[in-house]
Nanobody
C-alpha cells in the first residue's frame, strides 16, 4: 500500500520548536518531490515548504522563511520539517504530499495530517 504518514505534531508554546516527520511506505521518496502544507481553521490550505528530488533544493513560504527547514533522509525514506520560533499563526493541520517532478505539483499522494497547536 502506497502511503505517507506524518508524525511529530503537538501542543507547543510560542517560541518553541517541533520536528514533523513524513514517512513513506510502498514507494521511495528518493525520486519524489515532497511538500509540506498546512491548513488552519477557516483558511485555505497553503504550501509552506518543498524539497526537490533531483538536487535537494528547497523553498519556503515567506511566512516561515528563516524559521522552518526541510530535509530528507533517503535511508529512512523520510522527510522532516523542523519548525523553530513557532508562532500562534503557525497553528493548523500539517500535511505532507508527494509529487513526481515539481513543487508546483500535481500532488499524487497525501498523508493524513498531524495537528500543530501553538499556544500559551
Amino acid at each position: 500500500q502506497l502511503q505517507l504518514v506524518e508524525s511529530g505534531g503537538g501542543l507547543v508554546q510560542p517560541g518553541g520548536s517541533l520536528r514533523l516527520s513524513c514517512a513513506a511506505s510502498g514507494f521511495s521518496l528518493d525520486y519524489s518531490v515532497i511538500g509540506w502544507f498546512r491548513q488552519a481553521p477557516g483558511k485555505e490550505r497553503e504550501r509552506v515548504s518543498c524539497i526537490s528530488s533531483s538536487d535537494g533544493s528547497t523553498n519556503f513560504a515567506d511566512s516561515v522563511k528563516g524559521r522552518f527547514t526541510i530535509s530528507r533522509d533517503n535511508a529512512k525514506n523520510t522527510v522532516y520539517l523542523q519548525m523553530n520560533s513557532l508562532k500562534p499563526e503557525d497553528t493548523g493541520v500539517y500535511y505532507c504530499a508527494a509529487a513526481l517532478y515539481y513543487c508546483s505539483g500535481p500532488w499524487v499522494y497525501w498523508g493524513q495530517g498531524t495537528q500543530v497547536t501553538v499556544s500559551s
